[in-house]
């Protein structure tokens, strides 16, 4: 079985430029996380969707950070402008079932630096 | 705020010995707990995960729950230098729609 998928591994870009990161998840698993995780520090949500609808954004910087998952398949997380502060590495992580189960599969992360 | 507290180490232990990592979370209402390995430059890889009060073994690993407290804690047996690797324990934040918290981790070192 193939694991989530993610690109670009890496990426550094100048701040006020744009990124966007792609995803995409174990096959059939209906529930997809955005996580960012900065050094030192424990993996953060930024999103979840369950299929194509969002279910919590409620820690996504609204006015820089965007996400979508079109089909409710692939997703798409998309940071304008870039902020020093936005270095992290941006873990996709998917779920066979939304509800009750912290288990989670994890790509292997795109790493962020923004100079 | 949902919060999940954790030493963040480094602890260091020798090959064969009990390595003891500790975790506290601030919901009450939270129902189940989730330990996390995470290798240098590696994403996180779920290894044991506990619902109720008590503990609950896998191998080498033994998970211990206890909801009064609000306290979890994972302890590797005969721990080897394999097992170095940050530990992040994580917590649902309950409901059919919840999502996982993670605490900061605890980088845990083996040595030979």
């Known amino acids: 079985e193939a694991g989530v998928a993610q690109s670009p591994r890496y990426k550094i870009i100048e701040k006020r430029q744009s990124v966007a990161f792609w995803c995409n998840p174990i096959?059939?698993?209906?529930?997809l996380y955005w996580y960012q995780q900065i050094l030192g520090q424990g993996p953060k949500l930024l999103i979840q969707?369950?299929?194509?609808?969002?279910?919590?954004d409620s820690q996504l910087p609204k006015d820089r950070f965007s996400a979508e998952r079109l089909k409710g398949v692939d997703s798409t997380l998309k940071i304008q402008p870039a902020k020093l502060e936005d270095s992290a590495v941006y873990l996709c992580?998917?779920?066979?079932?939304?509800?009750?189960?912290?288990?989670?599969?994890f790509g292997e992360g795109s790493r962020l630096t923004v100079l | 705020q949902k919060e999940v507290e954790q030493n963040s180490g480094p602890l260091s232990v020798p090959e064969g010995a009990i390595a003891s990592l500790n975790c506290t979370y601030s919901?009450?209402?939270?129902?189940?707990f989730f330990w996390y390995r995470q290798y240098s430059g590696k994403s996180p890889e779920l290894i044991m995960f506990?619902?109720?009060?008590g503990d609950k073994e896998d191998g080498r690993f033994t998970a211990q729950l206890n909801k009064a407290s609000q306290y979890v804690s994972l302890l590797i047996r005969d721990s080897q230098p394999s097992d170095s690797a940050t530990y992040l324990c994580?917590?649902?934040?309950?409901?059919?729609?919840?999502?996982?918290?993670f605490g900061k981790g605890t980088k845990l070192s083996v040595k030979p």
């Open positions: 919901d009450r209402g939270s129902q189940s």
């Open positions: 992580a998917s779920s066979p079932r939304g509800g009750n189960t912290g288990e989670l599969f």
């Open positions: 096959s059939g698993h209906a529930t």
């Open positions: 506990i619902y109720s009060n």
């Open positions: 969707f369950q299929n194509n609808g969002v279910v919590d």
């Open positions: 994580a917590v649902w934040g309950g409901g059919s729609q919840g999502n996982l918290i």
